[in-house]
């Protein structure tokens, strides 16, 4: 996308103002000393704030932020004035522009997650290849499978995880988890290669494009179930540098949130136990998260201190630890603002008496933003920063693979297929 329609292009050709007015609004952020090398534009709408960003090679890519997340980075953080131009528009106006700006992001999100795809099968393939060739140094990366992984030499089973085990092994039977392991080794060793000829170079003109379900995806999602059944078999516990450290006094609870989350662990064990039934092709990586969020609330339950997974992406945005020195007032409101979003979600714990996976994920990505601000602005780190809301995801090396049941030479050609096919879409982006 090398060309992209400028904003004003969007606003052509839509309905003329009528009735009662709402606002888009212009915004334009000054380059600031030493750092930006000049301006940057955005449009909001509402809370959803629109912006073009330069990628390599070349491309110029459509992004989406929360407004306050925008705000944050660039006029907090950043330190840049922000000038703001605001347009009265219709309904109907205001309407068509979201509509039209939301098809785009998706459109491009996809293209771009596709371009992934086929990096991430010309790697995979590559990986495979070597291992056929007698090369066991490899590792892909799995979602997920961070929190327990590396395991760390010498550490007990997690109790949480044993009583989800005990269930699972009354529910299906005692060889029911090593089967089911067996299983999907027989499955990834049945895995197809990537089709020879498959057009996923075409970007269609209109509409949004549709893509297969890609080689390495499926590969990793059967791996992520894997790893996930190891976890369970063996109780690994959570890993330490996965978690935040429970010592602040933010982090007490009261006797009725203990309670709730107390309950809410009960009906998370019943419903990981029925997952291991899913048809759904990533529950590997729900497994594998609900079990992480399983220890921690067992734990919060039994210390009476809650215990938060580390949300935040594998690669997140990074402020550096230096410019956050030099912006203490900034990081001192931004910490407040945290404050305040962080009581709001503990109140949800003491809401009602059956707390939801949405209540647990509201405190969740709260208590870690809270976190990781006080723990920038005491000098510890370089801020983690995140546009997207924060899921746990840890990722970790596997090295356990399973190499497909083909030739070396159908490998060699599959690889140079897929990377044949990776450098077409590029050059059609």
């Known amino acids: 996308m090398r060309l992209i329609p400028a904003l004003v292009a969007l606003l052509s050709a839509l309905p003329a103002l009528a009735g009662s007015p709402r606002f888009v609004d212009y915004v334009y952020i000054e380059a600031n000393e030493g750092g930006s090398s000049g301006g940057h534009a955005a449009l909001r709408l509402g809370d959803e704030t629109y912006h073009f960003q330069h990628e390599h090679p070349g491309l110029l890519r459509l992004h989406r ?3 306050q997340h925008f705000r ?5 953080l950043e330190n840049r004035t922000m000038h703001v131009s605001r347009v009265a528009v219709s309904d109907a106006t205001y309407e068509e522009l979201r509509r039209r700006f939301n098809e785009r992001y998706l459109i491009e999100r996809r293209l771009f997650e596709h371009r992934e795809a086929l990096h991430d099968d010309r790697v ?11 090369d066991p140094t490899g590792t892909t990366r799995l979602r997920g499978a961070g929190f327990f992984f590396p395991e760390e030499a010498g550490t007990a089973e997690c109790d949480a995880i044993v009583a989800l085990r005990r269930r699972v092994r009354e529910m299906y039977g005692a060889d029911a988890i090593r089967q089911r392991m067996d299983a999907l080794r027989r499955e990834l060793a049945r895995l197809p290669l990537p089709a020879p000829g498959a057009p996923d ?26 790893a996930a059944l190891d976890v369970l078999d063996r109780a690994l516990p959570l890993r330490p ?3 935040w450290p429970s010592t602040s006094a933010d982090l007490r609870l009261g ?11 009960d009906r998370l064990t019943g419903e990981l136990t029925r997952l291991l039934e899913s048809d759904r092709p990533d529950w590997g990586f729900a497994f594998l998260i609900g079990m992480a969020r399983l220890a921690a609330l067992r734990e919060s339950e039994a210390t009476g201190r809650l215990v938060l997974l580390d949300a935040f992406p594998p690669e997140p945005e990074v402020v550096p630890r230096s410019y956050v020195r030099r912006h203490p007032d900034a990081m001192t409101s931004l910490v407040g603002e945290a404050r305040d979003a962080y009581a709001r979600a503990r109140a ?19 208590g870690n933003r809270l976190l990781e601000l006080r723990a920038a602005a005491a000098g510890d780190h370089d801020l983690r920063v995140s546009a997207s809301p924060l899921v746990p995801s840890r990722d970790a090396p596997w090295s356990d693979l399973v190499v497909p049941d083909v030739t070396e030479d159908d490998l ?6 897929v990377s044949s096919t990776e450098r077409r879409f590029v050059d059609r982006l």
């Open 65 to 67: 932020d929360d407004w």
């Open 72 to 76: 944050d980075g660039y006029g907090v």
């Open 124 to 134: 995979l393939l590559e990986l495979l290849l070597a291992r056929r060739r007698g």
């Open 201 to 226: 170079t075409e970007i269609p003109a209109d509409g949004y494009p549709r893509f297969g379900y890609p080689f390495s995806r499926r590969y990793r999602d059967l791996a992520t179930a894997l």
């Open 241 to 243: 540098a996965a978690r």
């Open 255 to 265: 006797s009725e949130e203990r309670r709730a989350v107390a309950r809410f662990a």
């Open 348 to 366: 949800r714990l003491r809401a009602r008496d059956e707390i939801d996976e949405e209540d647990v994920a509201a405190v969740e990505a709260a």
């Open 412 to 417: 060699a050609r599959s690889l140079a297929q």
